[in-house]
């Protein structure tokens, strides 16, 4: 596939998000042994929807394995919050035992009230004047290291 076919695909799928953002409530990605955030902007820059990228089950250059648990308005199917646990691999070697522990809930760790596209914008602008918030989302981003 050519990179000039990806950005076609790319777009198709912007214009879809954009088209349904009423509809779409969450745009969740997995498998990239990351854990951040992506605000998708529309035609006309106003953000339309959120890539919330969480990271592996699988180990890889060192990273703990994790996972999320995501909490849904039942009525409105509103994303409300995550949780992300995480299994410290040194521990578990070291005590043959092992655990899950809560790494953070996005909303208590980044002080923001739910997981809407204004939260979101929220903790951006957070990050632009604290370096506390930009410095927890550095962290965060490449956290969950067993070196």
Known sequence: MSFHS??????????LVERYTDTIKGQIYGHVHQDYFS????TKKQPVGI???GPSLSTYVYLYPAFRVYDMNEFTHDLIDYTQYHLD?????KEL????????????YYGVPDLSIESHELLVEKMKVSNKVNSRMIMRHGEERCI
């Open 51 to 53: 890539g919330m990228v």
């Open 97 to 108: 035992k092992a655990e899950w522990e809560v790494a953070y809930k996005f909303t208590e």
């Open 89 to 93: 691999l040194l521990k578990a070697n």
């Open 6 to 15: 990806f950005i076609d695909w790319s777009e198709r799928f912007l214009v």
């Open 39 to 42: 605000i998708m902007k529309g």
